[in-house]
């Protein structure tokens, strides 16, 4: 069993940017691919990016490649997710997962956070 608590959210202008962390229980974490999804209102959740067990290799979506940035500490048990340069359509509820699996796929998360909201200003 893995807890996900996601922490960092909030309101910032366009062009701003944000840290999320997700904090995750258990002595399991480090066993885990790890990815972040956002969901806007109306809409399906969507793959922001993923991160490897050791977190040496990363995966993003082409709307935030360059912007944003993954990355793990197996020590604290934490993934986080930096967000730089947003825009108003980043405004979403950001969520963390744990994957044995597809980074890409909901369906291949065994473990989800509570989420995050995150609401970009024009």
């Known amino acids: 069993q893995v807890q996900l608590v996601e922490s960092g959210g909030g309101l910032v202008q366009a062009g701003g940017s944000l840290r999320l962390s997700c904090a995750a229980s258990g002595r399991t974490f480090s066993s885990y691919r790890m990815g972040w999804f956002r969901q806007a209102p109306g809409k399906e959740r969507e793959f922001v990016g993923g991160?490897?067990?050791?977190?040496?290799?990363?995966y993003y979506a082409d709307s935030v490649k360059g912007r944003f940035t993954i990355s793990r500490d197996n020590a604290k048990n934490t993934v986080y997710l930096q967000m730089s340069s947003l825009k108003p359509e980043d405004t979403a509820v950001y969520y963390c997962?744990?994957?044995?699996?597809?980074?890409?796929?909901?369906?291949?998360?065994?473990?989800w956070g509570q989420g995050t909201q995150v609401t970009v200003s024009s």
């Open positions: 991160i490897s067990r050791s977190g040496g290799s990363t």
């Open positions: 997962g744990s994957t044995g699996g597809s980074y890409y796929y909901t369906d291949a998360y065994t473990y």
